[in-house]
């Protein structure tokens, strides 16, 4: 059994010795060299771009501008196409921009020689524009009279959905009922992939080829195709290893322009890579959501109707959309049913960078809020906010009628245990009821709701090939990508196990080349190891088919009596080794009767999903009168299932958990209200955590096998992100009584909370008390 | 604009004396991607913030980003690809990263190798937190930091524990 084990990463050796090839490594180093020219408003038109200067240089081979780029809107978001027009990404950009929309937005662009001549031509390129007003807020945004972005989207709404159930107006006139509302903010994160986004592309055999450090190179063919009115089998997309993608690479970033830069040098190779500044202000980013939350509830804690509001920023254009907002939205009716519900989720434009896919997808923002405002109500009704969850969270045996999901295991009270047991949650909860002195501990604890895959909303398909080598050995292909998770090596974990060959015995091919790879939507929604599993598993039985009646003539014994094990054709009746999978395969292929190259494809359609689920615990020091918080310990738990690879599992767990960290305590774009420009574009200034930053992390299971699952998996790449912020911001509860009620939870967020609910006041009085009391009183 | 200028740099890398004519405005990082394809050494900055383009210069840990490449004239540098051994034996910090889980991507892994190569180098024991004290500068964004800190505690104890059998023998 390859299942299960800690299985070492196919590709570790090549990445500790720094022979593992990234898209960069590939290029050629006399490839000419794009440089893009970002608006430097946050709104308007450009009226004119003039270039002579800039052409003028020696070196510069062309200077293109939004005034020459195909008239042909593109929508960027790495969705799989769908068939029906409406359900399709909304088509919002052009590889330039003439109509302005963000400060950084796209406007022309050098190519040049060498990096040198392309940033100064850059530099020398002029722009003139028509300013026009711009908004950042986006309740502003939508208010009447705020400045449009897009003329088709009024009030620059870009999507609004509801989910209501019940009725909330008549629900509320119950007598005795507690209210609890409150508004949750979410901050604008980035990615921060160390490998910044960065292509190559060139024209041959009368393709346009792109290579590219992307999630999705079969969906980026198609919108690089699109761009460029091309033929879709004109278009050849390669992606090697990627230095991390998290969602930012789940969208047709800068592929397709550099597809037309290509055309518009008669084919040379031109290379685009873009710097960490623009990494930050021109890809995608996470929206920032503002949630209004309300909930009615009896004295006992059971909800009687809740009221459920978000505003999603997305920035200037619509990429990933409303599908954000959406699923965040989604999570709350199903995470603590309720009868009667008013939903509504409205995604905004704004005159800032693009919101797009990040690791978790709307459900960090909506769990920071959901579960704030859980401990908001248990601390109204004096209940411990952990036996509060364990009462009320979604019950086992809980459908869901839109995903069909079932959650069949008691998933959340089991991981909660879990983990309060690891943590020693109820005793620290306890120890630190009562605490006096300017610095104080606590603890929190959050739940998430995951998903796997998109399917019902958007196609679910994966398809798989393996072709036999004469040695017994497989290649194994797979139009899903490797970005770092670990899917090439749980991928040749699960060919080994349904074929029946040893690990060592598949060779994944790691690239992703449009012309050769089987199709598959590629690595986003958590999706991977379901989906692609589905076509493992079929694809690996079909070739253990062939195999077994090649075995029976070379055997002379009846393929039902034949099964291949670890690599061996074995006789069932006896275990007996009847011959190796390597003799047969080049006996097989050399044969002067029945010469065959034994080979196995096949796609899967996936129409299922599967609920993820797990929790948070954390343990804060906050300092009151310096106003900062500590994190001391932080534990997630998680029940995806059956676990391929324990050990990556486990290191998924801990990097999503970092997100989380920053994401609770301290990242944030930030930017000049007067020009809309991001004032904090770099790693030094964007508050990316460090090793400093972090205590140890621990990451724990609960292995409930998904029984609609192939290997009896779900989703675990995102979930680590959902609820670690949460669990932070109500540790911080505990130890102060102060809510935050944004992230990051950074020192001036804490001042002014601090001084809104007078707590240095309060401190100060708590000390004198301790000090008017005889001595020995007070002492703990 | 002035035409660019070039010189003969005279250094040792991974082991080997080398000498190679640039030009006197590439940084280490250019030349050793460009002119010597050794690209374990990584951008994802460019300006000394993310630690990807970690490289030993005379046994210190420098970020090849933010140093000229003029300036290893007659010094010594190291990059991840010359820790491996001749017959492709991983070093003790490469093999640690492999047994530990310590590599996603695998884009920050060799600058992280490198910093942590200089900490065998020094000959000293470390507690975890001046493990985290002494690799805060290089980023990774997908480990959360857990298993790197394991590797590196590890290589450190392979290390120790091998210099005191060493001197049994």
């Known amino acids: ?125 002029k722009v003139e524009y028509e300013e ?24 620059n709404i870009l999507g609004h959905t509801s989910i209501y159930k019940g009725n909330f107006a008549e629900a509320i006139k119950e007598e005795g009922l507690i209210k609890v509302e409150g508004w949750y903010d979410t901050p604008l994160v980035q990615h ?77 190779l031109v290379k685009l890579e873009i710097s960490r500044e623009e990494t930050f202000y021109a890809t995608r980013t996470r929206h920032a959501i503002r949630f209004h939350l309300t909930s009615y509830v009896r004295p006992d804690g059971t909800f009687v109707a809740r009221k459920f509001a978000a505003y999603s920023d997305q920035g200037a254009y619509a990429s990933h959309g409303h599908g954000i907002a959406a699923k965040g939205m989604g999570a709350f009716p199903q995470l603590y049913p309720c009868d009667n519900l008013e939903c509504d989720a409205y995604t905004v434009f704004t005159n800032k960078p693009v919101a797009g896919a990040m690791r978790g997808y709307g459900i960090p923002q909506a769990m920071f809020a959901g579960e704030a405002h859980i401990d908001d109500i248990a601390k109204a009704l004096d209940v411990d906010p952990l036996e509060y969850r364990m009462r009320f969270v979604m019950p086992k045996g809980y459908a869901e009628n839109f995903s069909m999901n079932v959650n069949y295991a008691d998933s959340f009270r089991e991981c909660l245990e879990k983990g309060m047991e690891e943590f020693d949650f109820k005793r620290k909860q306890k120890a630190y009821a009562n605490q006096t002195g300017d610095i104080r501990r606590g603890v929190g604890v959050a739940v998430f709701w995951y998903n796997t895959g998109v399917w019902p909303i958007s196609l679910e398909s994966s398809a798989c090939r393996m072709v036999l080598n004469q040695d017994g050995t497989i290649q194994l292909q797979m139009g899903e990508t490797e970005i770092g998770q670990g899917a090439d090596t749980t991928f040749a974990q699960m060919a080994a196990d349904t074929l029946g060959i040893p690990f060592k015995h598949v060779h994944v091919i790691s690239t992703q080349d449009t012309d050769i790879t089987p199709f598959g939507t590629g690595a986003y929604a958590s999706r991977q190891t379901y ?41 069932t009746t006896d275990g007996e080794r009847l011959m190796s999978l390597g003799k047969l395969a080049t006996d097989v292929l050399y044969s002067m009767e029945y010469s065959e190259h034994i080979t196995a494809e096949s796609t899967y359609q996936c129409n299922s999903n599967a609920y993820s689920f797990g929790c948070s615990f954390a343990e804060v020091e906050v300092d009151i009168p310096m106003c900062k918080a500590t994190l001391i310990k932080l534990t997630n738990v998680h029940d995806c ?55 140890d992390l621990t990451a724990l299971f609960v292995e409930n096998a998904e029984p609609t699952s192939a290997y009896g998996t779900k989703s675990l790449g995102e979930p680590p992100t959902c609820s670690g912020a949460p669990a932070i911001r109500n540790a911080i509860l505990h130890a102060t009584g102060v809510a935050i009620n944004e992230t990051p939870i950074t020192p001036h967020v804490l001042f002014e909370r601090f001084n809104e609910e007078n707590r240095f006041e309060r401190l100060k009085e708590e000390q004198e008390e301790m000090q008017a009391q005889p001595v020995g009183a007070g002492a703990r | ?119 065998i180098r020094s000959g000293k024991t470390y507690t975890r937190d001046q493990l985290r004290k002494n690799l805060a500068g290089n980023l990774c964004r997908c480990t959360g930091y857990e298993n790197i800190i394991n590797a590196v505690e590890t290589a450190l104890e392979r290390h120790h524990a091998a210099k005191v059998n060493a001197k049994v023998e």
């Open chain 1, 132 to 155: 026009l007003p711009f908004v950042l807020d986006v309740r502003e945004a939508m208010e009447d009279g705020a400045p449009q972005l897009h003329e088709e989207f009024k009030n």
């Open chain 1, 531 to 571: 989906m692609g599993g589905f076509a493992i598993h079929q694809t690996a039985l079909q070739l253990r088919d062939k195999i077994l009646k090649h075995a029976q003539t070379l055997t002379r014994m009846p393929s039902y009596n034949l099964d291949l094990v670890d690599g061996y054709i074995v006789r």
């Open chain 1, 641 to 695: 299932g059956t676990l391929i690879n324990p050990a990556l599992a486990e290191a998924q767990v801990h990097g999503g958990m970092s997100m989380a960290i920053g994401y609770g305590l301290q990242e944030k774009m930030l930017f000049d209200e007067k020009t809309g420009r991001m004032l904090n574009d770099n790693l030094l200034d964007y508050k990316l955590c460090t090793t400093m930053d972090h205590p």
């Open chain 2, 1 to 119: 604009m002035s035409a660019p200028q070039y010189k003969t740099v005279n250094f040792t890398l991974n082991g080997v004396e080398t000498h190679k004519m640039i030009d006197v405005r590439s940084s280490l990082m250019d030349m050793l991607r460009d002119n010597y394809s050794l690209h374990s050494v990584k951008e994802g900055c460019a300006v000394g913030e993310c630690g990807a383009c970690t490289v030993l210069i005379d046994g210190e840990v420098f970020n090849a980003c933010i140093y000229l490449a003029v300036w290893v004239e007659g010094k010594e540098v190291i990059t991840t690809e010359g820790l491996t051994g001749p017959n492709g034996e991983l070093s003790e910090v490469q093999q640690a990263f492999v047994d530990e889980f310590a590599v996603q991507c695998g884009f920050c892994t060799p600058g992280f190798v490198v910093a942590a190569e200089a900490l």
């Open chain 1, 1 to 125: 059994m390859a299942i299960g084990k800690r299985t070492i990463r196919v590709d570790a050796y090549d990445k500790v010795t720094g022979r593992a090839k990234y898209t960069d490594d590939l290029c050629d180093k006399n490839a000419l060299v794009a440089r893009i020219v970002h608006s430097t408003i946050a709104h308007g038109y450009v009226k004119t771009v003039d270039t002579s200067e800039a052409e003028r240089m020696p070196g510069v081979v062309k200077v293109l501008t939004c005034f020459d780029v195909p008239n042909r809107p593109i929508g960027t978001a790495g969705h799989p196409w769908h068939l029906e027009a409406a359900h399709r990404d909304v088509e919002d950009r052009l590889l330039l921009n003439r109509h302005v929309r963000f400060y950084g937005d796209d406007v022309a662009v050098v190519i040049a020689e060498d990096d040198v001549t392309a940033d100064r031509a850059a530099r020398a390129v």
């Open chain 1, 192 to 268: 921060c992939h160390i490998e910044n986004p960065v292509s190559y592309a060139y024209m041959e055999a009368g393709k346009v080829v792109v290579v590219a450090s992307t999630q999705i190179p079969h969906i980026v063919r198609r919108v690089t195709a699109q761009a460029l009115s091309l033929p879709w089998g004109s278009v050849r997309i390669v992606k090697p290893y990627i230095g991390g993608g998290f969602g930012n690479k789940q969208d047709a970033l800068y592929e397709p322009l550099n597809a037309w830069l290509t055309t518009q040098v008669g084919g040379r």
